[in-house]
């Protein structure tokens, strides 16, 4: 039987979605109250306490169509300054309410508010939210579910039911204290203790049968879910035992469909898949596995999530639920690149008349970015745990990005910029490095506060390699008035 709270989320997901439908087709303005606040939770057989929004871990969902006004009261009662990312939402005009701390705005200090506002624009699908400072979003984090205006439908047949389901990580210590280590010895952080599904480790951790994510399915309906990996470092295989996945949505865009038995999904991706329950199971249950993937050297959390997939039974008896075996799926090798390019070599935009691929032919602006890690040299008499007792820095274009003290939009929305940043970021690497074979022997990268300044509608081809860290793009106003970023909130945070 599933736990009370997964009914709860279940009932409440039909609810919002009930209601969603029931609106007219004119776009309306959604509020939201988030109320950051500390709470103890306990996972793995111990208890801490956590930052969560409105004590859940992870944190409600957003419900809106395309289209809608959305409006986010977050009040921090929490000891630590706060602030919220919208994640993949495209900020027309509404770049006041982005979130990354310092960089579009001062972040909310405990004690302090800050509403957020913004419209959803030509987009669909499933997105998140989280946490945009230090490593809080490791628990304040959640669901994004974008629906199509009233009228509209999906490009595929509709499911029986819609189910958000988060990947995440779960540190016994506080993950603060982890982030603060790690900062402090120029070392990796530590690795986390647990992945999860929707905050619940899974019956393969200790102590932890009891929190595991279970998915009750009714035989030959099909379901959508809505994948997010809100894990901070690990990319994840997920796999549900003998069944297929068919991939119909990736970051909030139709893709052309297709099925797999496994896929991958990275940090902050999200995808919808449509899962088909077999016709005659009743009473099945199926493990869901998700572990990482990874084909660097170093340390990381090699264990494996589940959660169960269980066949609804119209006529269950004692004897069949104790004898009911649970089949589990086979996953990739952890280093399997062959499994990973096997799938992404299929994702294709839907390319439909309806939803066109858009793709700029003209390109204006052409940039290489290699992101990774380097080196900084140890202070004086300090002890550094990094390579060659140096200090590890994340790093693109060979620059790590040094936080501001003040935000950066804001600054160059006041003219202030001077002192604040340099809008030197560059083109290319300073100091090539041989991305595929043995590391230099000097891998020392520069500080600084760069940015990367471009005209407003401009067509940019940007290759990268590896996964994206931190820099900033600032993007100057345009010549018409619908083209110009408004003056900031009178609300936005001071710092």
């Given at each position: 039987?599933?736990?009370?709270?997964?009914?709860?989320?279940?009932?409440?997901?039909?609810?919002?979605?009930?209601?969603?439908?029931?609106?007219?087709?004119?776009?309306?303005?959604?509020?939201?109250?988030?109320?950051?606040?500390?709470?103890?939770?306990?996972?793995?057989?111990?208890?801490?306490?956590?930052?969560?929004?409105?004590?859940?871990?992870?944190?409600?969902?957003?419900?809106?169509?395309?289209?809608?006004?959305?409006?986010?009261?977050?009040?921090?009662?929490?000891?630590?300054?706060?602030?919220?990312?919208?994640?993949?939402?495209?900020?027309?005009?509404?770049?006041?309410?982005?979130?990354?701390?310092?960089?579009?705005?001062?972040?909310?200090?405990?004690?302090?508010?800050?509403?957020?506002?913004?419209?959803?624009?030509?987009?669909?699908?499933?997105?998140?939210?989280?946490?945009?400072?230090?490593?809080?979003?490791?628990?304040?984090?959640?669901?994004?579910?974008?629906?199509?205006?009233?009228?509209?439908?999906?490009?595929?047949?509709?499911?029986?039911?819609?189910?958000?389901?988060?990947?995440?990580?779960?540190?016994?210590?506080?993950?603060?204290?982890?982030?603060?280590?790690?900062?402090?010895?120029?070392?990796?952080?530590?690795?986390s203790d647990a992945y999860t599904l929707n905050g619940l480790p899974g019956p393969l951790y200790n102590c932890s049968a009891q929190d595991t994510f279970k998915l009750k399915v009714k035989?030959?309906?099909?379901?959508?879910?809505?994948?997010?990996?809100?894990?901070?470092?690990?990319?994840?295989?997920?796999?549900?035992?003998?069944?297929?996945?068919?991939?119909?949505?990736?970051?909030?865009?139709?893709?052309?469909?297709?099925?797999?038995?496994?896929?991958?999904?990275?940090?902050?991706?999200?995808?919808?898949?449509?899962?088909?329950?077999?016709?005659?199971?009743?009473?099945?249950?199926?493990?869901?596995?998700?572990?990482?993937?990874?084909?660097?050297?170093?340390?990381?959390?090699?264990?494996?999530?589940?959660?169960?997939?269980?066949?609804?039974?119209?006529?269950?008896?004692?004897?069949?639920?104790?004898?009911?075996?649970?089949?589990?799926?086979?996953?990739?090798?952890?280093?399997?690149?062959?499994?990973?390019?096997?799938?992404?070599?299929?994702?294709?935009?839907?390319?439909?008349?309806?939803?066109?691929?858009?793709?700029?032919?003209?390109?204006?602006?052409?940039?290489?970015?290699?992101?990774?890690?380097?080196?900084?040299?140890?202070?004086?008499?300090?002890?550094?745990?990094?390579?060659?007792?140096?200090?590890?820095?994340?790093?693109?274009?060979?620059?790590?990005?040094?936080?501001?003290?003040?935000?950066?939009?804001?600054?160059?929305?006041?003219?202030?910029?001077?002192?604040?940043?340099?809008?030197?970021?560059?083109?290319?690497?300073?100091?090539?490095?041989?991305?595929?074979?043995?590391?230099?022997?000097?891998?020392?990268?520069?500080?600084?506060?760069?940015?990367?300044?471009?005209?407003?509608?401009?067509?940019?081809?940007?290759?990268?390699?590896?996964?994206?860290?931190?820099?900033?793009?600032?993007?100057?106003?345009?010549?018409?008035?619908?083209?110009?970023?408004?003056?900031?909130?009178?609300?936005?945070?001071?710092?």
């Amino acid at each position: 039987m599933a736990p009370a709270s997964s009914v709860l989320r279940c009932c409440l997901l039909v609810a919002a979605l009930m209601t969603l439908c029931a609106m007219g087709a004119e776009a309306v303005t959604r509020q939201y109250l988030f109320d950051v606040q500390t709470t103890s939770v306990t996972r793995l057989g111990s208890t801490k306490s956590i930052v969560t929004v409105n004590g859940q871990y992870p944190g409600p969902t957003l419900f809106a169509r395309e289209g809608d006004h959305v409006e986010v009261t977050v009040i921090n009662h929490s000891p630590y300054n706060i602030s919220i990312h919208w994640h993949g939402i495209r900020q027309l005009l509404s770049g006041w309410a982005d979130g990354p701390s310092y960089i579009t705005q001062c972040p909310i200090q405990p004690g302090g508010s800050y509403v957020y506002r913004f419209t959803i624009t030509g987009q669909r699908g499933t997105l998140w939210w989280h946490a945009h400072i230090s490593w809080l979003r490791a628990t304040v984090h959640g669901p994004m579910v974008i629906l199509p205006p009233a009228g509209v439908g999906y490009p595929f047949p509709a499911p029986y039911e819609e189910v958000p389901i988060m990947f995440g990580e779960w540190w016994n210590n506080d993950t603060e204290a982890v982030i603060s280590q790690a900062l402090q010895t120029g070392g990796g952080p530590n690795i986390s203790d647990a992945y999860t599904l929707n905050g619940l480790p899974g019956p393969l951790y200790n102590c932890s049968a009891q929190d595991t994510f279970k998915l009750k399915v009714k035989p030959g309906k099909t379901y959508m879910l809505r994948l997010i990996n809100a894990a901070l470092n690990d990319e994840l295989f997920f796999s549900i035992a003998n069944h297929t996945l068919t991939v119909v949505d990736v970051d909030a865009l139709y893709v052309k469909p297709f099925t797999v038995d496994t896929l991958i999904i990275a940090p902050g991706q999200t995808s919808n898949v449509l899962l088909t329950a077999k016709p005659t199971y009743p009473g099945a249950s199926y493990y869901m596995l998700a572990r990482p993937y990874t084909t660097t050297q170093g340390t990381f959390d090699n264990t494996t999530v589940a959660g169960i997939l269980e066949y609804d039974d119209p006529c269950p008896t004692a004897a069949a639920t104790k004898t009911v075996p649970v089949f589990s799926p086979t996953l990739p090798q952890i280093n399997d690149t062959n499994a990973v390019s096997n799938f992404t070599a299929k994702l294709r935009s839907l390319a439909s008349a309806e939803y066109p691929a858009a793709v700029p032919q003209q390109v204006d602006h052409r940039f290489f970015f290699t992101v990774g890690l380097g080196t900084h040299p140890c202070a004086v008499n300090g002890t550094c745990q990094g390579p060659n007792g140096s200090r590890f820095a994340a790093s693109i274009n060979n620059v790590s990005f040094v936080l501001p003290t003040s935000a950066l939009l804001q600054s160059h929305f006041a003219g202030k910029s001077k002192g604040v940043y340099a809008s030197n970021f560059p083109y290319y690497p300073l100091n090539p490095f041989n991305y595929t074979g043995t590391p230099p022997n000097n891998t020392n990268v520069m500080n600084g506060t760069k940015v990367l300044v471009l005209p407003y509608g401009a067509n940019v081809e940007l290759v990268h390699m590896s996964w994206g860290l931190k820099m900033a793009w600032l993007v100057l106003d345009g010549s018409r008035p619908d083209q110009k970023l408004p003056p900031p909130p009178l609300d936005l945070p001071k710092c």
